[in-house]
């Protein structure tokens, strides 16, 4: 559980307390009911990471876009992954190394599902650079999440799989990876952070890189 949804359900659950002392059980109900959804909306369930090279998902959800695009003058793969509010919202490292770059930007709070949110609504982009290849991943807020939450600073070490952030209440999260990678992932593919592996080097010898936002 995310400690900012003990929080939240508490406060819910005092406000459900005090509407039911003074107005009956029937006034209490919907805030009770409020704090029960955000336990489950800050769940924060242990994930089986898998052995290999593998890029594993950054974000529970649907896989809403998978194309090669060019990003800083070059082509490299776009995995986007759509989270509805009932999916859970942390999020995980795709690969192990170091964050060489972070840049925070507010925006607008477009559908996240939709193309336009990519570029459009408020978002974190993240640098991790690994042992032979760097990746980028991007927190972006949808029409319901207003905040963004990164656990990590630039110059630290994340293992694959591991927490580094959240997005509150319903959000979208783009991965750029090298074309050398090749997706193991299909368009409209449910997949879950930590333990569903999206991509593989397709040459595991080689040392492509990505360059920062």
């Given at each position: ?19 039911a ?8 109900a ?35 876009d ?36 972070q ?9 996240a ?101």
């Amino acid at each position: 559980m995310v400690r900012d949804g003990l929080w939240y359900a508490a406060a819910l659950a005092f406000l459900g307390a005090f509407a039911a002392f003074w107005g009956g059980i029937g006034w209490g109900a919907p805030a009770w009911g409020l704090a029960a959804f955000v336990l489950y909306f800050f769940r924060d369930p242990e994930r089986v990471i898998p052995v290999g090279e593998g890029v594993v998902s950054p974000a529970d959800g649907r896989v809403v876009d998978l194309r090669q695009v060019e990003r800083d003058g070059r082509s490299v793969w776009k995995i986007s992954i759509f989270l509805s509010i009932f999916d859970v919202h942390v999020n995980r490292a795709p690969i192990s190394g170091v964050i060489r770059d972070q840049f925070y930007r507010p925006g607008r709070f477009r559908v996240a599902s939709q193309p336009e949110a990519s570029v459009e609504n408020e978002q974190n982009t993240v640098t991790i650079e690994g042992e032979r290849n760097t990746v980028v991943l991007k927190q972006i807020a949808g029409a319901i999440a207003r905040r963004i939450v990164f656990d990590k600073k630039v110059g630290d070490r994340v293992a694959r799989g591991e927490r580094v952030g959240l997005i509150k209440f319903g959000s979208r999260v783009d991965l750029f990876l090298p074309v050398e990678y090749s997706p193991r992932i299909a368009l409209g593919e449910r997949v879950k952070a930590g333990s569903s592996v999206v991509a593989q080097p397709a040459n595991p010898t080689a040392e492509p890189m990505l360059q920062s936002r």
